[in-house]
T-cell receptor
């Protein structure tokens, strides 16, 4: 089975621009979560999508938005980029939104640099 | 809310030394507990997990026991190798029907093993 893949791997954007990051979930997984990992910190939960609907959100402003498609792949969109948005963005997929304890499988991440 | 507190790093050990990385948590209900590892330039890999009190997770010589009475999940390994050099993250997921599968991470502990 294929793992979680993210694209692009690296990205440089200018403050004020918009960015779209992409994630293909692991085969058979219908739940995708996005995390932001600032340098030297642990990942912070942004939001989760289950069967194409957002079903949970962390403490991130509305300029962070997302989509999930019928094939369960997902996009993270960030508008009006700020310097503090520079981070590693991680996507994780898992089999089902309500099955506690089942592991999440992470992609390699997209390194976003805002200048 | 949920939180995870991890031992501050960095930790530097000689090969074959004993490793302990402390992790304590705060959560309502009965969370599942995880240790993830992140190698340089990569995403997160699940190292081990425990889903209920007194469970012991183990993998690749690493162990951690879910201690509800002390709200702890300390990571241990009897003999570390140079290849264990990485950042280790303790995380929790609280099981609740209908909730998003949100992982709450600690800040990470950088481990360097010297030959």
């Amino acid at each position: 089975e294929t793992g979680v893949t993210q694209s692009p791997t690296h990205l440089i954007k200018t403050r004020g621009q918009q960015v779209t990051l992409r994630c293909s979930s692991q085969s058979g997984h219908n739940t995708v979560s996005w995390y932001q990992q600032a340098l030297g910190q642990g990942p912070q939960f942004i939001f989760q999508y289950y069967r194409e609907e957002e079903n949970g959100r962390g403490n991130f402003p509305p300029r962070f938005s997302g989509l999930q498609f019928p094939n369960y792949s997902s996009e993270l969109n960030v508008n009006a980029l700020e310097l503090d948005d520079s981070a590693l963005y991680l996507c994780a997929s898992s089999p089902g939104a309500t099955q506690g304890g089942t592991e999440a499988f992470f992609g390699q991440g997209t390194r976003l640099t805002v200048v | 809310g949920n939180s995870v507190t991890q031992m501050e790093g960095p930790v530097t050990l000689s090969e074959e030394a004993f490793l302990t990385i402390n992790c304590t948590y705060t959560a309502t209900g009965y969370p599942s507990l995880f240790w993830y590892v992140q190698y340089p330039g990569e995403g997160l890999q699940l190292l081990l997990k425990a889903t209920k009190a007194d469970d012991k997770g183990s993998n690749k010589g690493f162990e951690a026991t879910y201690r509800k009475e002390t709200t702890s999940f300390h990571l241990e390994k009897g003999s570390v190798q140079v290849s264990d050099s990485a950042v280790y993250f303790c995380a929790l997921h609280r099981r609740a029907a209908g909730s998003a599968r949100q992982l709450t991470f600690g800040s990470g502990t950088q481990l360097t093993v010297l030959p």
